[in-house]
Structures are given as C-alpha cells and as structure tokens.
C-alpha cells in the first residue's frame, strides 16, 4: 500500500512541479482539469489513504509499547502466572499479539474505533507535553462489554459454573469480570514476577 | 490565474506530499505526529489556496467579460 500511495504522490508532485513552472498550461479545458487532478484529487487521495495507513499502524501493540511510559504494561504481557488477565491473553493467543493493546483497550460501540484515536491523540500530547501521571489509570472503569465481545457468547463462558446466577449482572456491568479476574498489569509488582518469553 | 497564489499552494502541496510519503516508511507515534501534523496540514492548507486561486480566476473572468 505505502509504495502505491508514494506512486500516486509522486506523479501528483511531478505534475504540480510542471504546473506551477508553467501556469500558462492551466489556461486551457485540459490544462484545468488536470490541475484539479494533481492539485485536489490527487493529494485528497493520498492523504486519504496516508490517514488510513497511520490509523491502521497505530493499532499495533509495537506503536503503543514504543513510547517508554508503557514499557512496563509491555512486560506484564509476558507474566508467566496464568492469572494475571492481560499476559494470560497475550502469550494463549486468544487476543492477536500484534494488535494485543488495542483489542482491549478499544470499545466495542459504533463510535468506540474513533474514541480509541481521539485518546490516541490525547496520550500523544501528555507523552511529548511531558505531563505523564506517576500512576496510569483507565478514563472509566474497565467496562465487561469489551470482554464480553469475545467471551460472551462462549461456552466455557455461559456454562462456567462460578458464572452460574450472574449472567445478567455482569452483562448490565453491576458485577465486573475484573473483581474476580485479575491482575491485570500490575506494574508495580511485574519485577517480581517470572517472565515468560517463546523459545 | 493568480500566479502567485497558485505557486504557493503548489509549492505547499509539494512539500505536504512529499512529508507524508517519507511518514508511511517509518512507524511509531513521532511518524504520525508529522504525517498529521505536518504533512496533512500543508495538503490542505495547499489544497484550499488552489481552490480559492480558482475562485478567484473564476470571478475575475466573469467581471471582466470572460
């Protein structure tokens, strides 16, 4: 895709270059129109297309784990106790690893792709503002949509006997999944814990 | 066509281009901040001085009878 849009950019930037040595070219019907091309349909396009590739990059758990705050929720990924919820996901592969962060950590709503940006963007600003809290914590309580997306239509899910009664709650999200599963990161004990790496 | 105004938004348009071409061969945060911060803004900055060059030329061949 990069090297498509980089084609299309390019002949845009070609074309605007030959444009602005020679106005005299947009005179005409043909000349117009290609101006409007190259100088509005073209970028439009490649931009268009750059937003998506950024957007699409930005869910990888490499581009939420390069900036250094995140470093320890990072390693929390690779806790060897089976209890601990996000490094129990991470290394069963029940979330893909390569986007482990954003499956989580999006919400599962129809504006929930635009609100993990929106976040995206806050967090960027904080990073480079420098005005990062000592402890990082959710907007909101973690809510159990966003676990029940995948596990709630499962069978070891609705047929768990330590479910049994709490269905409902904990779909309407009176009871959370995290009161009884968990840690979660624990960052602050990670250091003590075995680490768990693929050989 | 404002020569001037048309060279300035293709010259914007240029560089806005070619800023976020270089942006999508580099990933991580700092990548993204230059694509959007950057690269789109010169884009539309580019795109919207076009638009107002043609605008212009528009009404000014209208006033002056073609």
């Known amino acids: 895709m990069e090297w498509i849009v980089t084609g299309i950019a390019l002949v845009s930037v070609v074309l605007i270059a030959l444009l602005a040595s020679r106005p005299q070219l947009t005179r005409g019907h043909a000349g117009k129109a290609i101006a409007f091309v190259a100088m509005f349909v073209l970028p439009s396009l490649v931009t268009a297309v750059g937003v998506q590739v950024h957007l699409e990059r930005a869910k990888s758990t490499e581009f939420c784990l390069s900036c250094h705050e995140m470093e320890p929720?990072?390693?929390?990924?690779?806790?060897?106790?089976?209890?601990?919820?996000?490094?129990?996901?991470?290394?069963?592969?029940?979330?893909?690893?390569?986007?482990?962060?954003?499956?989580?950590?999006?919400?599962?709503?129809?504006?929930?792709?635009?609100?993990?940006?929106?976040?995206?963007?806050?967090?960027?600003?904080?990073?480079?503002?420098?005005?990062?809290?000592?402890?990082?914590?959710?907007?909101?309580?973690?809510?159990?949509?966003?676990?029940?997306?995948?596990?709630?239509?499962?069978?070891?899910?609705?047929?768990?006997?330590?479910?049994?009664?709490?269905?409902?709650?904990?779909?309407?999200?009176?009871?959370?999944?995290?009161?009884?599963?968990?840690?979660?990161?624990?960052?602050?004990?990670?250091?003590?814990?075995?680490?768990?790496?693929?050989? | 066509m404002n020569t001037r105004g048309f060279r300035l938004a293709a010259g914007l348009l240029i560089v806005g281009l070619l800023v976020e071409v270089a942006t999508l061969f580099f990933g991580g945060p700092e990548s993204f901040m230059a694509f959007a911060g950057l690269g789109a803004l010169?884009?539309?900055?580019?795109?919207?001085?076009?638009?107002?060059?043609?605008?212009?030329?528009?009404?000014?061949?209208?006033?002056?009878?073609?």
């Open chain 1, 73 to 199: 929720y990072g390693e929390s990924l690779h806790v060897a106790d089976p209890t601990w919820v996000a490094a129990n996901h991470f290394l069963s592969n029940r979330v893909a690893r390569d986007q482990a962060c954003y499956t989580c950590h999006t919400q599962y709503t129809m504006f929930g792709d635009v609100n993990a940006k929106l976040a995206g963007l806050k967090h960027l600003w904080i990073h480079y503002t420098g005005d990062i809290p000592e402890t990082i914590e959710l907007y909101q309580p973690y809510n159990n949509r966003e676990c029940l997306h995948c596990h709630g239509a499962a069978r070891n899910y609705l047929e768990n006997e330590f479910h049994d009664g709490m269905i409902a709650e904990m779909a309407s999200g009176e009871v959370s999944c995290l009161d009884c599963h968990g840690p979660v990161h624990d960052v602050e004990s990670v250091d003590d814990m075995e680490i768990w790496e693929a050989p």
């Open chain 2, 42 to 66: 010169l884009v539309a900055v580019g795109i919207v001085l076009y638009l107002l060059a043609v605008l212009r030329a528009g009404s000014a061949g209208e006033s002056s009878g073609g």
